[in-house]
């Protein structure tokens, strides 16, 4: 399946939750799309469960199936709770982080500013957004790149202290990626033991 370029209120509409950032589609119509969205639908199985949890992860970070699976069996190798291993291994990634630090609006954004060598890390460019970033790792956005205005425009009035595992810094306009997040400073609605449930079959 390659990565999903259609409508993003659709989505958010199937999952009852604005995955992508606010949506005024979703707060008129908060019911799946489609000509039986607003009737009474018959109750999902448990499979049915997992598995829309599952896409609904996928969906929220921007990740391929293939991906997904990879970043799924790196958490299983890892000791540990599995699911939270997963989200942290999703955060970690350089799209995300950039997102969180506020560079971009979307991760789609964030995505497309790390390939567009925008963002550097330690100093370097570095244009892969499943980079994996490590505690302490500078992300900064390209000297060259600073005055653009989609940057500057996504970064003001940005709230920088919400994720208590990146700290902002003006001066270089990027940020030191201090520590792995816990499970509760995740702030995600994603059930991610029925994402492991779903693997485990």
Do not use: C
């Not at 990740?63 to 939270?84: C, D, M």
């Not at 609605?189 to 994402?195: A, M, T, W």
């Amino acid at each position: 399946m390659a990565r999903y370029i259609g409508p993003k209120s659709k989505i958010a509409r199937k999952f009852g939750e604005p995955i992508f950032g606010p949506d005024k589609v979703l707060s008129k119509k908060n019911y799946p799309p489609g000509q039986h969205g607003n009737t009474r639908r018959r109750k999902t199985s448990e499979y049915g469960t997992q598995l829309r949890e599952k896409q609904k992860a996928k969906y929220t970070y921007g990740v391929l199936e293939k991906q997904f699976r990879i970043l799924y069996e790196k958490a299983q190798s890892n000791p540990g709770v599995t699911g939270v291993i997963l989200l942290q291994l999703l955060e970690s990634r350089l799209d995300n982080v950039v997102y969180r630090l506020g560079m971009a609006k979307t991760r789609a954004g964030a995505r497309q500013l790390v390939s567009h060598r925008h963002i550097t890390v330690d100093g370097k460019v570095v244009n892969i957004p499943s980079y994996h970033v490590r505690p302490g790792q500078v992300i900064a956005v390209r000297e060259k790149n600073k005055s653009m205005e989609v940057i500057n425009e996504s970064l003001s009035g940005f709230n920088h202290s919400k994720y208590p595992w990146i700290e902002w810094n003006d001066s270089i306009m990027g940020g030191t990626f201090l520590h792995i997040p816990e499970r509760e400073d995740i702030p995600e609605n994603i059930k991610e033991q029925l994402i492991v449930e779903l693997y485990s079959k």
